[in-house]
Structures are given as structure tokens and as C-alpha cells.
């Protein structure tokens, strides 16, 4: 396993066409994270996933936003009817719970390289 | 909004030169993390202190963090040109779950 991959890379569309995106985990990681990042801004939180349970969503996620990681392994997120506005780079990380340690669990996120998407 | 604020936004130094960047939260958190993002590349996690650590470090990094004045230090030590890069601070907030929020960031520019 080399890391967390994503698919596709870059994706050009139009507005109002609905898009879906794929991330793999690295395969041990039972968590799962999806961020939306514009040029000179950091990641910002979308949604994770603890196996197939989707525990968290971030009020930044529209109703045209949906993701699902249905076998607690792969995951896709799918917009639609996209915006000009949803341009930026989706990130996808996937962390090993860790258990509870001290304060609180071990989280550190492994990225993948990112989905690309432009809005015309 | 945004939970962490680096700053400097921007930080440009001579290579062999140390660089510190700071980071500032708002609520109470689990663990603080710092990544850096090359141009055009993923994000690599570098460090991660836990809320009852002071300081850490790994190799040339040395993180401080003050739970009372909310707010972290990256330092990176003779500095190399490979460094520039995009470096962001994130907190997993102490909420239960796993979300995790990241700052703007501080761009590192290391001129050789």
C-alpha cells in the first residue's frame, strides 16, 4: 500500500453537471476525511468518516454535497449541480483511530495528492 | 472560520537561518498538528503534540505549545532550501470527535 490515492486527479466541468470524486485509503485506516482547499487558504473540514459512518459534516456542505464510504473503504464525494464557486482542490486523508491515549487519540492524517476541480 | 492563524502569513529567510512560525486557536483541543504543503504537492504531517505536552521535537522541528494563551510555535532549525513550502497548524478540537481545522498557513520561502 503506497499511500492515499485519489481519482481523478484534475477534472474540468461545467456548471450544473454533477461531479463524483474517489479516494482510496490507506487500507489498515478505518477513518476517513474529505477538505476543500482554494489557492492560499488551508484545508478546510468537510466530513469524516469512522468505517461507513458518516459522523461529522461541516455547515460549509451544501445539500449538493454527498459523500458515502459504503464498504468503510474506499469513499467518493458527489457534487451537484456544481457552482463556479465549488473550483478548488478536494482533498481526501485517512488517519488509524489509535485508541485513546493520554488526553486524547492519535490522529495523524496521511493526504492524498488531491482531485482538482475547475468549474466553467 | 477558520480555527488556527499562523502568522506570519509569509516568511522569507537565508538558508542556515532559523525559522519560527506561530499559531493561534480559539477553543479547546485535543492535540495540535503541523503540516507543511510543497507547491503542487499533498500535505505531509510533520508533528503532532498532545494537550498536556509543553514541547516536542523531530530532528531540526521544535514545537511549543501554551494551552493557556491557546497558541503553538513551530521552529525549524538551520533552515535548507527544500524547507520553502506552505506550513499549516491544525487543532483537533476536544469536542469528542476527530474534526480537525486548519489554519491559512505560513509560506517558508528559504533562498540558497
Known amino acids: 500500500d503506497t499511500g492515499v490515492s485519489q481519482d481523478p486527479r484534475h477534472k474540468i466541468t461545467k456548471r450544473g453537471q454533477n461531479v463524483t470524486f474517489r479516494c482510496d485509503p490507506i487500507s489498515e485506516h478505518n477513518r476517513l476525511y474529505w477538505y476543500r482547499q482554494t489557492l492560499g487558504q488551508g484545508p478546510e473540514f468537510l466530513t469524516y468518516f469512522q468505517n461507513e459512518a458518516q459522523l461529522e459534516k461541516s455547515r460549509l456542505l451544501s445539500d449538493r454535497f454527498s459523500a458515502e464510504r459504503p464498504k468503510g473503504s474506499f469513499s467518493t464525494l458527489e457534487i451537484q449541480r456544481t457552482e463556479q464557486g465549488d473550483s478548488a482542490m478536494y482533498l481526501c486523508?485517512?488517519?488509524?483511530?489509535?485508541?485513546?491515549?493520554?488526553?486524547?487519540?492519535?490522529?495523524?492524517?496521511?493526504f492524498g495528492p488531491g482531485t482538482r476541480l475547475t468549474v466553467l | 472560520s477558520q480555527q488556527g492563524e499562523e502568522d506570519p502569513q509569509a516568511l522569507s529567510i537565508q538558508e542556515g537561518e532559523n525559522a519560527t512560525m506561530n499559531c493561534s486557536y480559539k477553543t479547546s483541543i485535543n492535540n495540535l498538528q503541523w503540516y507543511r504543503q510543497n507547491s503542487g504537492r499533498g500535505l505531509v504531517h510533520l508533528i503532532l503534540?498532545?494537550?498536556?505536552?509543553r514541547e516536542k521535537h523531530s530532528g531540526r522541528l521544535r514545537v511549543t505549545l501554551d494551552t493557556s494563551k491557546k497558541s503553538s510555535s513551530l521552529l525549524i532549525t538551520a533552515s535548507r532550501a527544500a524547507d520553502t513550502a506552505s506550513y499549516f497548524c491544525?487543532?483537533?478540537?476536544?469536542?469528542?470527535?476527530?474534526?480537525?481545522?486548519f489554519g491559512a498557513g505560513t509560506r517558508l520561502f528559504v533562498k540558497a
Open positions: 503534540i498532545r494537550s498536556n505536552e
Open positions: 486523508a485517512s488517519s488509524s483511530s489509535g485508541g485513546w491515549v493520554g488526553t486524547g487519540s492519535y490522529n495523524e492524517q496521511f
Open positions: 491544525a487543532t483537533a478540537l476536544n469536542t469528542g470527535g476527530f474534526k480537525t481545522i
